[in-house]
């Protein structure tokens, strides 16, 4: 690839792995550099852009409020936020009737430990192995990649880990000093692994049973990832607990932290609070995601493409046996597992114009805009096709030149 052209790497941090490419807008499921070339962004801003990149209703709600009141803290009372807040209610899962709103979805995270730590008086939080939750401390703390922790240690105390998926396990480590058990739906970050079957529910009796409390974090499968408004729903399981940020304000910075009257009625003002939180600018672009997440036909588009895209890709892997291990994913959150490493394809990807995201060493991950046409679809398979091949007929010719080199 050609180097970058840009003084960003003078002036930013280094905490970001980096790709040569500059962004100067999108449209829909593309985005366009700055020569005006087209790429298909099967990474949606790393699962942001769920509505599509500059989403007409998303950009002329933002223009509308940025002209009349950008901020307003949460201590006045705001139109804007009042009626996101109403509308949000009717999509809650079951339970959920208060919510904290804030801008990330780490703080969303931190916001649902803290409150549960409250609610029940006692400090513990089982979280699971693969599990991420961002990387302010509590969420980092129940985050289980050693990478992202051991530099920054110490954390805070009593974050406990249990194998995703194993009930067993799970129960041995839930006690009565467990305030919470804190779980992705589908986790994203290690690689889209879907929980087996009973799962959730199981967790949910265990939380039950031990009067813990139970976190979902839908930061990633929720907002109509996984072709349901929360991934939680494909399983018929409410938490105690939901939080959600990356694209349900249409790109702007928003989190918020859903919560039960019970857990609610023990905070106080001034225990928690944040100064941009629920400002009207994220709640305009909040209601207008909302709404077009809830009146396009985007949800059923999410669970139809996502069924599409693993069937096309799972021919894929019979095409490529020697380089994919497995697809897996609920909706249009799907993951491509290779045996090799994923850095070589990241690479091509872009030279063939497609964004790609991965997931540890060896896993594509697939969290395109909803909007994404069936049309980009075939695209991207035919480019992946092509990545593919050309990776295999290289490693071939590599194994030729070898034996021809061992046998003279
Ligand atoms: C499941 C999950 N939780 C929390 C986060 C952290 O969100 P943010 O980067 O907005 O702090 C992420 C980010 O990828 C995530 O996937």
């Known amino acids: 690839m050609a180097k970058m052209n840009s003084t960003e790497d003078e002036h930013l941090v280094g905490t970001y792995q980096r790709f040569p490419i500059k962004i100067v807008r999108g449209s829909g499921a593309s985005v366009f550099d700055d020569a005006g070339k087209e790429y298909i962004d099967l990474s949606g801003g790393y699962g942001v852009a769920i509505v599509g990149h500059a989403n007409p209703d998303v950009a002329r709600a933002i223009a509308e409020q940025a002209s009349k009141l950008v901020t307003c803290h949460s201590s006045l009372y705001n139109d804007v936020r009042e009626e996101y807040l109403n509308e949000l209610a009717t999509i809650l899962p079951e339970g959920l009737t208060k919510v904290y709103l804030c801008n990330s979805g780490a703080e969303a995270n931190e916001a649902a430990i803290k409150f549960a730590r409250k609610a029940t008086g006692r400090r513990e939080i089982v979280a699971f192995t693969g599990s991420y939750h961002g990387k302010t401390y509590g969420a980092l703390s129940a985050t289980w990649n050693q990478k992202y922790k051991k530099p920054f240690e110490p954390l805070l105390e009593g974050f406990k880990f249990a194998q995703f998926g194993n009930l067993e396990k799970t129960s041995e480590l839930v006690s009565e000093n467990t305030a919470a058990i804190i779980v992705e739906p589908i986790q994203g970050e290690s690689g889209i692994h879907l929980p087996p079957e009973g799962f959730l529910a199981g967790l949910r009796g265990l939380s039950e049973s031990r009067k813990a409390l139970l976190i979902f974090d839908e930061v990633q499968s929720g907002f109509g990832r996984t072709g349901k408004v929360w991934a939680c729903e494909n399983w018929n399981v409410a938490p105690d607990i939901m939080t959600a940020s990356k694209g349900i304000a249409g790109g702007v910075p928003f989190g918020f932290t859903a919560i039960k009257e019970s857990i609610a009625s023990v905070l106080k003002p001034g225990e928690h609070t944040s100064t941009f939180g629920g400002n009207p600018l994220a709640c305009a672009a909040a209601l207008a995601a909302l709404r077009y997440l809830i009146r396009s036909d985007v949800l059923a588009r999410s669970a139809q493409n996502g069924e599409y895209l693993m069937e096309r890709l799972e021919k894929l892997r019979s095409k490529h046996p020697g380089l994919v291990r497995e697809v897996r994913g609920k909706g249009l959150m799907v ?74």
Do not use: C
């Open 335 to 408: 993951a491509m597992e290779l045996k090799i490493p994923v850095k070589d394809v990241i690479t091509r990807g872009f030279d063939q114009q497609l964004i790609l995201l991965y997931a540890g060493l060896n896993i594509v991950r697939f969290l395109p805009p909803l909007v994404i046409s069936r049309d980009q679809l075939d695209l991207v398979v035919q480019k992946l096709d092509a990545i593919l091949t050309s990776i295999e007929s290289e490693a071939h010719v590599a194994s030729v030149a070898e034996k021809i080199r061992a046998e003279v």
